[in-house]
């Protein structure tokens, strides 16, 4: 197999792609921005810049070895090679893998300390993500190759309906789980107490960046130009249109649904955006659309699970739903391009959730116990503005001096 030829076109199409990506964390900002009281938004802003920079140091050092075996440790005559592109491919599956703790975030909002988040970061980015990235995207372990074996075909997830939105959701759920609802959230008498969002313009503006910014995630998962495939643009399109409309008449014109409806079906459509047919696509786009909508409510409401954004059924169940929606409508019996295994996906993706599930529990459940994870009663009270960041969002009384 003769080595690929990469030309300087690649690494242009590669880092545009990664500063896509990089653009979509300003999108998670706003998102949770939006959706947090106004107490709370300052902290929202924070996060990701710092948790981003946080897992840049995270994958450099650890991550990026773990999940392919590379390192930066020589000269940057070295690094410099085929025009950099080893370089812009670290920082375009950097932003991947940074989303994690950006999707984590939206879940633990309003309570959460910032210093043992930030420790979590480290450590899911540095260890936890690129262990099952590995497994999915480098044949880590002969998995992949088991899977091949029984079924016929490898566990398929072109640009990570599982391997970044499965397991950064289930690992939220674990953390909100362990960290506990916000006080006030559910009375003892079985009372909900609402809290409602404090910007809806600015949850609508971080809808849209992410939505824009996905047709990088996706499209540019092809990490080379001559690989580049407009089926994976009209796949993401129709799988947004379709969880935009099922929210909108699932979640009865709310407008917290309809923001969201459209990125659950970009979380669905990642994995086998390469291979549906766009009809495919905007069914799976639509069930994942109305799927979130359901499963928020009946979290929220009947099981009092207080994720904040939604991120475990938002990433965590329509990331699931993508990973197995792939292996039925990739199928050509459906208007697929085939070459993809029902039993390689579920199995696949069962795992992803496995590993998620495992390896937070590992990290909260351990930061927990030697730091804990919550802010005290009078500082959540205050709200995370002002106890961790000592500002507000909007200084009304200071400007009125």
């Known amino acids: 197999m003769e080595p690929l030829k990469i030309t300087s076109a690649d690494v242009l199409f590669v880092l545009l792609g990664a500063i896509m990506i990089l653009a979509m964390h300003a999108g998670f900002a706003f998102l949770e921005l939006g959706t947090v009281r106004r107490k709370n938004q300052v902290n929202a802003l924070v996060k990701i810049m710092v948790d981003f920079a946080v897992s840049t140091i995270a994958y450099f050092f650890i991550g990026y070895g773990i999940a392919y075996g590379v390192n930066f440790f020589a000269g940057a005559e070295t690094l410099a090679q085929k025009n950099g592109y080893d370089l812009v491919k670290f920082f375009f599956l950097l932003t991947f893998a940074a989303a994690i703790p950006a999707i984590v975030s939206g879940g633990i909002a309003e309570r959460a300390k910032f210093n043992p988040q930030l420790a979590a970061t480290f450590l899911l980015v540095g260890f936890v993500y690129p262990f099952f990235e590995g497994i999915a995207w480098n044949q880590a372990y002969g998995i992949q190759a088991w899977l091949k074996a029984s079924f016929g075909e490898e566990f398929h997830d072109f640009a990570g309906s599982v391997v970044v939105h499965a397991v950064g959701g289930w690992v939220g759920l674990v953390a909100v789980v362990l960290l506990g609802a916000r006080r006030g959230r559910y009375n003892k008498d079985g009372g909900i107490s609402a809290h409602p969002p404090s910007s809806i313009p600015f949850l609508a503006l971080g809808a849209w960046i992410l939505t824009v910014g996905w047709f990088g995630f996706n499209v540019m998962s092809a990490q080379l130009l001559d690989k580049i495939s407009g089926l994976v643009a009209m796949n ?105 295994a029902f039993m390689a996906q579920l199995l696949g993706t069962l795992l992803g959730i496995a590993v998620a599930v495992i390896g937070s529990f590992i990290v909260y459940g351990t930061l927990k116990k030697l730091f804990g994870l919550r802010l005290d009663a009078e500082e959540e009270y205050n709200g995370a503005d002002l106890s961790i960041h000592k500002i507000t969002a909007t200084a009304e009384r200071e400007t009125l001096w």
Request: glycine share 20%; proline share 4%.
């Open 236 to 340: 993401s399109l129709m799988a947004m249109v379709g969880g935009t409309l099922a929210a909108l008449v699932a979640g009865k014109n709310d407008p917290g649904f309809v923001h969201n409806g459209p990125l659950a079906g970009l979380v669905a459509v990642c994995a086998g955006s390469d291979l549906m047919h766009p009809l495919g696509a905007l069914v799976t786009g639509a069930v994942a659309g109305g799927l979130f909508v359901y499963l928020f409510t009946l979290t929220q409401n009947r099981w009092k699970i207080d994720d904040v954004l939604g991120v475990w059924p938002l990433h965590g169940l329509c990331g699931a739903w993508g990973g197995i929606a792939a292996g039925i409508f990739g199928a050509k019996a459906l208007g697929g391009m085939g070459g993809v």
